[in-house]
């Protein structure tokens, strides 16, 4: 049986071009693919809900739905409605919730505060997972209040939602929520093999601590794919300029890589939130080749596949690759019918 694969869409590429690299991918035999909603871009519900009306077969995740941003009641209300719309494929739903508690500056800049993350995680998890039940809830938490709440469909399917619940996370305490309480955890991007390695034994330390195994947790992992074998160097020059976002936007990533403190630091005099595509391109020229290839996959087909084969032995079920050049079907080719050695 050949790799699970999947597909990450952010705002790289025009929202048409998407669609028809979608459905080729469907064509192709990708599993899933996996929308990004994690800065003020693209909104996922609107992406995932699209996607839906062009493919049969495709299951499709939020990459990351930050809980601040919407209600846990509609939130359940916005993904029970895509579950209607998507239908079933061998009786099973195909919408995943993916869930995330979102990062700095963007949040403090919009006015959320993200106090006590873990504590929001688990109420708008377990109460979320309640509501797809279709049944009357009843919630008192700290950050969720529901009183005696329910997705009333009136005409449509009342059916309970099979809709597994993802925590997109990157520190070892959500690490390890995720694995207590969730189906899934979508383990972050531009980090090393050797940060999933660890991410995965957080996983299964929470797995452990409700009584399951590291077997029953799904771990899909976002994967930044530079792939070009015409010109491997642009790839190389393309995989530095989202380093350099990510060293200057969401250091915790790159810490948690254990990405060198003062490249970190040189960066970020050239990058900060929000910056341009010419802030990336120039603090790309900062960043050493060795530095790209430990976290992310690069450079032709065969180097790509390579590096995708490691993160999959480190515990990865799922590469959600990210394609980073302006061509995403080169990606698809390479990937498709595809199994690591």
């Not at 990708?30 to 493919?55: K, N, P």
């Not at 995680?121 to 709440?149: H, K, P, S």
């Not at 990058?271 to 790209?292: C, H, M, N, Q, T």
């Amino acid at each position: 049986m050949a790799q699970r694969m999947a597909l990450y869409m952010q705002d790289k590429h025009p929202i048409r071009y998407e669609l028809e690299m979608v459905k080729y991918a469907e064509e192709r035999g990708f599993s899933e693919i996996w929308q990004a909603d994690t800065r003020l871009a693209r909104d996922c519900i609107v992406m995932m809900s699209a996607f839906l009306t062009e493919t049969k077969r495709l299951r499709f995740g939020s990459g990351i739905l930050p809980i601040w941003t919407r209600n846990p009641v509609v939130i359940a209300a916005s993904w029970s409605t895509m579950w209607e719309l998507g239908g079933k494929v061998d009786g099973q739903g195909r919408l995943m919730l993916g869930l995330g508690a979102w990062w700095e500056p963007i949040a403090s800049r919009v006015g959320v505060k993200r106090e006590r993350p873990l504590q929001a995680m688990r109420e708008n998890i377990e109460a979320i997972r309640q509501l797809f039940t279709m049944e009357e809830v009843t919630y008192q938490g700290d950050f969720v209040q529901l009183d005696r709440v329910k997705l009333d469909v009136a005409y449509g399917d009342t059916s309970p939602r099979d809709i597994p619940i993802y925590l997109g996370a990157t520190g070892p305490k959500m690490l390890e929520l995720a694995g207590e309480i969730c189906d899934g955890v979508v383990l972050n991007y531009v980090v090393s093999v050797d940060y999933i390695r660890e991410a995965v034994d957080q996983v299964r330390q929470g797995a452990e601590k409700a009584g399951r195994s590291l077997d029953e947790i799904d771990r899909p992992e976002l994967l930044v794919c530079c792939l070009s074998d015409e010109d491997p160097e642009a790839a190389m020059m393309e995989g530095k300029t989202l380093v350099a976002y990510y060293l200057g936007t969401e250091p915790h990533i790159m810490k948690a890589s254990k990405v060198d403190e003062e490249l970190i630091q040189k960066v970020q005099e050239f990058v900060g939130w929000p910056a341009s595509e010419e802030d990336y391109r120039r603090a790309a020229k900062l960043i050493p080749d060795d530095v790209v290839r430990n976290l992310m996959a690069v450079g032709t087909s065969e180097e790509c596949r390579a590096k995708v084969a490691e993160y999959i032995a480190a515990g990865v079920t799922c590469p959600i690759l990210y394609p980073m050049m302006n061509d995403i079907k080169p990606v698809i080719d390479a990937f498709a019918d595809w199994e690591p050695s």
